[in-house]
């Protein structure tokens, strides 16, 4: 697939050195930054804002920034993560009070919007907002940590969302985010994924190039 995008989460990179290590992976290939926001209270762990995302942005990465957005409530944030620098935002319909709006909100900042569905939300959320949106996230794992292991039944959702994607004709993104591997990539890519979030996979291999090179291999194989 030409079309592959490899968005490394930085939830397991080095936080000490987090410029470089953000400088590390576009240098080893790959093309957009995944930003994950947890609240500890919608999800029950705790990260990282706008300041750093800014912080990102004044370092000079000028990759596109995609901030999962795991947060309720979740429009007031919105507005500074678009001044910050976010290039595409993400969050999850159980986390705004409308969904619509949030949206809107997101596109009125001038970022790509994208809705996130964990994995017992159901694909019929998707009703009546897709048109409107740039990309969904469909969670293959719960949301509040790296590390976790890919759930299957993801498989089946990302087949479902493709077709949804397909027979609307838009160019929507369809990103998948959780226990993605170099050894189980080629089964997600041939489920309908075109875009690809991978923590744990890249941050914790010696090599980040060598990891990333082998993704995109086994995407297009
Ligand atoms: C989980 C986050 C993911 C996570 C992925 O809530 O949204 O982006 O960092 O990590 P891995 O690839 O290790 O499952
Ligand atoms: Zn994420």
Redesign the pocket.
Same mark, same amino acid.
């Given at each position: 697939m030409s079309n592959c995008i490899i968005a490394p989460?930085i939830?397991?990179a080095n936080f000490a050195k987090l410029g470089e290590e953000v400088d590390a992976v576009i240098a080893a290939g790959a093309d957009w930054v995944?930003f994950?926001v947890?609240d500890n209270h919608y999800?029950p762990n705790l990260t990282i804002g706008p300041l750093v995302c800014e912080a990102l942005r004044k370092h000079g990465v000028t990759a596109p920034i995609d901030v999962?957005l795991?947060v309720k409530p979740v429009d007031r944030i919105i507005p500074d993560f678009a001044a910050a620098g976010a290039s595409l935002i993400s969050f999850h319909p159980e986390a705004s009070e409308h969904v619509h709006r949030t949206v809107q909100l997101i596109k009125a900042q001038g970022c790509q919007a994208g809705l996130v569905l964990n994995p017992a939300t159901p694909v019929e959320v998707l009703d009546y907002v897709l048109p409107e949106l740039d990309l969904v996230l469909l969670?293959s &794992?719960n949301?509040?940590?790296? %590390?976790?292991a890919f759930i299957p039944s993801a498989l089946d959702k990302l087949k479902r969302v493709r077709e949804r994607i397909d027979t609307l004709g838009k160019p929507i993104r369809l990103e998948i985010? %959780?226990? &993605?591997k170099a050894d189980n990539i080629g089964a997600i890519a041939a489920a309908g994924a075109d875009t690809f979030? #991978?923590?744990? #996979?890249i941050f914790n291999a010696p090599d980040y190039r060598d990891v990333i090179t082998r993704m995109r291999a086994e995407v297009a194989a």
């Open positions: 989460s939830l397991s995944h994950d947890m999800v999962h795991m969670m &794992v949301p509040g940590f790296g %590390g976790q985010d %959780g226990g &993605v979030v #991978a923590g744990s #996979a």
